[in-house]
């Protein structure tokens, strides 16, 4: 079984407004046209994949992203080495009622345990967007790295 990190979704949201992120952009070396953002904040890392020129979330269309290609994840969540599952605020503290919590909010707990319950990649990416970003544009590509 594996072991992964979850975290509810109110403790993500102020993980992600409540820390200093650094902040790296590149190209997705597996496919063209494809960018992300690195966010790191001590052993925490979000990798968040976008396609260049893509509008602002603020604008008034339905789809405030572009699909990716297939086989491309919109966005990634570690602590450490481990993967990080956001879900429901309610299901959390229904499923982690007795398990012990770190200061950020994260219980380590196998991955069968919450898959299922995993919350929507997209609407978290565009909650890293607004609430991380710190005032600075997630979506620039301005400052391309080849490589971090």
């Not at 979000?46 to 602002?56: D, K």
């Not at 398990?99 to 609407?123: I, L, M």
Request: charged share 30%.
């Amino acid at each position: 079984m594996d072991e992964v990190y979850c975290i509810s979704y109110s403790d993500f949201g102020h993980l992600l407004m409540e820390n200093s992120w650094e902040l790296k952009i590149r190209r997705n070396d597996q496919c063209t046209g494809v960018y992300e953002d690195i966010l790191r904040a001590g052993d925490i890392t979000i990798v968040r994949r976008f396609v260049q020129g893509i509008p602002s979330l603020f604008a008034e269309d339905e789809n405030h992203e572009p699909v990716l290609p297939e086989g491309i994840e919109r966005l990634e969540l570690k602590k450490g080495e481990l993967k990080v599952i956001v879900i429901g605020s309610f299901e959390f503290d229904s499923l982690f009622l007795d398990s012990q919590r770190d200061q950020n909010g994260f219980v380590k707990t196998t991955a069968n345990k919450v898959e299922a319950k995993a919350y929507d990649g997209e609407a978290l990416s565009e909650d890293v967007v607004i609430l991380a970003s710190d005032g600075r544009d997630l979506n620039s590509i301005s400052s391309v790295e080849l490589g971090v």
